[in-house]
């Protein structure tokens, strides 16, 4: 769809329109679908974001495997009595993110984004928004818009997967895309929308994927919370008028040249890190012998 954030950028300032709008004239170039159907497919899987974040603040949501599961609940508990230093916004936000990753868990329905291993960050970001800030649906579908250009982007000149890029190329690009949708979402520029995307990357460059029993629970969990956190760091940053002195595009690059050096053990093979402390393989043999 986009070969880089640049012309991404460049298409919606040289046309005076949002990011978003540029992404969804593109997608009904590219599918031939109209603009009501395919607006109307973004609107279902918002709604499938909401019901899943619902689900896993509603009640202890456990994983199959046991190892993980009812983080979110027990936070969103305690945030009723409690004054968070995370603060009441980004607080709910972590809730959220770690609510749609335990029902991922649980086997139930969620909207990869980009991968289930990190949806839960864009919900998370962007549902507290609507929460904290009054968007209505049509701006959150316009956000997830926002956000799908950039995965095109990014899935263009990188990774999207722990397998081929670790943990940096799915929860890092899963709060880059929430960063530059959030950006567009509060009123930023084009220009703002990448500069956050790319203070997201670079913040999270590096970030291994060594998920326990090779399970998609832990660290994945608690790892989109993190992300959402960084997204919101950069967020403000970038609103500031904060630039990446890196070009969004080079720290896209930068994140998939990590990606191709890092040792196997640290991409999603359960080789190596969290998977390979003493803990991580007793939890191992634990689950895998249950299923025997």
Known sequence: MF??????????????????????????????????????RMQRRLEVMRRSTEQGLAQPVMSLSGISGGSAYRFWQWLGDH???????????????????????????????????????LPGV????????G????????????ASGIGAVIVRRAHVSGAAGGCQAETGSAAAMAAGAAVELLGGSPRQSAQAVAITLKNMLGLVCDPVAG????????RNAAGAAQCFIAVDLALAGVESVIPPDEVIDAMASIGRRMDERFRETAQGGLAATPTGKRLAQLVWAEKK
Do not use: Y
């Not at 968070?84 to 969620?110: D, F, K, W, Y």
């Not at 962007?126 to 800030?133: D, F, K, Y």
């Not at 968007?135 to 926002?146: I, K």
């Open 83 to 121: 004054q968070p230093l995370t603060g009441p916004i980004l607080s709910r936000a972590l809730a959220r993110a770690m609510a749609v990753n335990e029902v991922n868990a649980g086997m139930g329905c969620i909207v990869a984004t980009p991968t289930a291993g990190s949806a839960g960050i």
């Open 126 to 133: 962007l549902l507290t928004l609507q929460e904290t800030h």
């Open 215 to 222: 399970l998609v629970e832990v660290p994945c969990v608690k």
């Open 3 to 40: 070969d880089s954030m640049a012309e991404l950028v460049e298409r919606a300032e040289t046309g005076g329109q949002p990011l978003h709008e540029i992404v969804l004239q593109a997608e009904m170039a590219q599918s031939g679908g109209i603009r009501e159907d395919i607006w109307a």
């Open 135 to 146: 968007f209505s649906d049509d701006q959150l579908v316009g956000a997830l818009f926002t």
